[in-house]
């Protein structure tokens, strides 16, 4: 069973930035794409970034685009989201998840593994 952890979340101004974290315990993540979701209340979740393994291609959903950048660590076995250029529509809790590979859609469907997910508040 692979249990994801995410963590980084917090508040932070309009402008500001915030690197999110996921890791798994017990479980070597080398070999899975990991994608970030986000959802905002009242709101579907929204897929965000994705990473894949082997090549580690990157995906972005619009909303994000040229402000995120998702790595990976394999040392560490630790797959980050660098938000930049935050607004308050990019709040929001952030899920990171497992797939075996990335598309470009970024469906949450294709993902099986979840975590709890972190908490990004965008407010000044």
């Known amino acids: 069973q692979v249990q994801l952890v995410e963590s980084g979340g917090g508040l932070v101004q309009p402008g500001g930035s915030l690197r999110l974290s996921c890791t798994a315990s017990r479980f070597n993540l080398d070999y899975l794409a990991i994608g970030w979701f986000r959802q905002a209340p009242g709101k579907e979740r929204e897929g965000v970034a994705c990473?894949?393994?082997?090549?580690?291609?990157?995906y972005y959903g619009d909303s994000v685009k040229g402000r995120s950048t998702i790595s990976r660590d394999n040392a560490k076995n630790t797959i980050y989201l660098q938000m930049n250029s935050l607004k308050p529509d990019d709040t929001g809790v952030y899920y990171c998840?497992?797939?075996?590979?990335?598309?470009?859609?970024?469906?949450?469907?294709?993902?099986?593994?979840w975590g709890q997910g972190t908490q990004v508040t965008v407010s000044s």
């Open positions: 990473i894949s393994s082997h090549d580690r291609s990157t």
């Open positions: 998840a497992t797939a075996p590979f990335c598309s470009a859609y970024l469906l949450s469907a294709e993902f099986d593994h």
